[in-house]
């Protein structure tokens, strides 16, 4: 699998909306890793990613600015908290340094994933087209080939990248 880095030119429009989202899945990212270790803390129970995504619903239902962000987006934080959990019991399986899943802060969480190419981003021409934002100009630096499954946007020092 290959990945491309092409950067974005954003209007300060869209860099507030990328903000925003930044902050709702960091958010959403430690409540689920909060619920996980209460869970288990309390009722010695765990909590999978497939009852967590479930109540996705109900909490967009409830917050308008969870709402409009995109479910796909949404799910795909849902998962990196249960890949951190897959990850750190593979660790303790193998005897490894633990390094238990930790909570993030808004400065140390970058980036969110369209998983899926159908019906979350697009790429017209020179412009990506992201589900719930619009479209959002694109410098495509070099061509890529084949099929392309997901975009990840990413907030660096100098700026935002598609992935």
Same mark, same amino acid.
């Given at each position: 699998m290959e990945s491309h880095k092409y950067? +974005? $030119? &954003? /209007?300060? $429009?869209?860099?507030?909306?990328? =903000?925003?989202? +930044?902050?709702? %899945? %960091?958010? +959403?990212?430690?409540?689920? &890793?909060?619920?996980?270790? /209460?869970? *288990?803390?309390?009722?010695?129970?765990?909590?999978? *990613?497939?009852? !967590?995504?479930? !109540? &996705?619903?109900?909490?967009?239902? =409830?917050r308008e600015d969870v709402a409009r962000v995109s479910a796909q987006v949404l799910q795909n934080v849902l998962k990196r908290v249960d890949r951190a959990f897959d990850d750190f019991f593979r660790r303790v399986k193998e005897g490894r340094k633990l390094g238990y899943p930790r909570f993030r802060s808004r400065f140390h969480y970058d980036s969110f994933t369209f998983p899926q190419a159908k019906g979350g981003f697009r790429l017209e021409g020179k412009k990506l087209w992201l589900s719930k934002i619009g479209k959002v100009k694109i410098r495509l630096s070099r061509p890529f080939e084949g099929q392309i499954k997901t975009c990840t946007i990413k907030r660096e020092a100098d700026g935002w990248y598609a992935i």
């Open positions: 950067k +974005l $030119r &954003l /209007s300060a $429009r869209i860099v507030a909306v990328f =903000e925003a989202w +930044l902050a709702i %899945c %960091c958010e +959403l990212y430690n409540a689920a &890793l909060a619920e996980r270790r /209460s869970a *288990y803390r309390i009722a010695g129970e765990s909590v999978r *990613y497939a009852d !967590q995504s479930a !109540q &996705l619903p109900g909490v967009k239902a =409830e």
